[in-house]
């Protein structure tokens, strides 16, 4: 009996230890391997604007490490700018010199700027990629997103962050 008994607890472990490890498993290929990439800030709703363009396979390997390379280097840069903001709300809740914040807002146009720079430079090096086609269903879905963004709630707006 005593046997019986402990046989049993230890298949109910073995079956607790299994379950275990499966719902660690599925949680992080759910997390890892699933998990989308973030939208494009050039269209947040539909996620990258070159994923509704239909390319080619030889496209795609151009685009996709092109849009790494981009969304990394958006990323960095809107990191800094946030950075510099939680500045400034300091620099204004202290009254400080108007000289230091006068420095900072000229830092955070400069951050800005180069936010356009590589929106710019992004987009002039994914036209390179398309057929002529593509390129002007590219532009529409551009006119679109910001069309849909006027009102100061779209992807270009400067209270978007410029995103």
Aim: hydrophobic share 40%; net charge positive; charged share 20%.
């Amino acid at each position: 009996m005593r046997s019986k008994g402990m046989t049993f607890l230890l298949l109910l472990s073995l079956a607790i230890n299994a379950a275990v490890l499966a719902t660690i498993g599925y949680h992080y290929y759910h997390n890892t391997c699933l998990t989308p990439s973030d939208p494009c800030p050039l269209s947040p709703r539909d996620g990258h604007l070159y994923q509704s363009l239909g390319l080619s396979t030889v496209q795609l390997s151009k685009m996709e490490p092109l849009a790494q390379k981009f969304h990394g280097r958006l990323a960095q840069l809107q990191a800094a700018l946030e950075g510099k903001r939680g500045l400034l709300m300091d620099l204004l809740q202290k009254d400080s010199d108007p000289a230091a914040i006068e420095t900072l807002r000229r830092e955070m146009a400069g951050i800005q700027d180069e936010i356009q720079k590589e929106v710019i430079v992004h987009i002039m090096e994914s036209k390179k990629i398309l057929d002529a086609d593509q390129q002007r269903r590219f532009f529409d879905l551009m006119h679109q997103t910001m069309a849909a963004g006027a009102g100061g709630k779209g992807p270009w707006s400067p209270t978007h962050g410029g995103k």
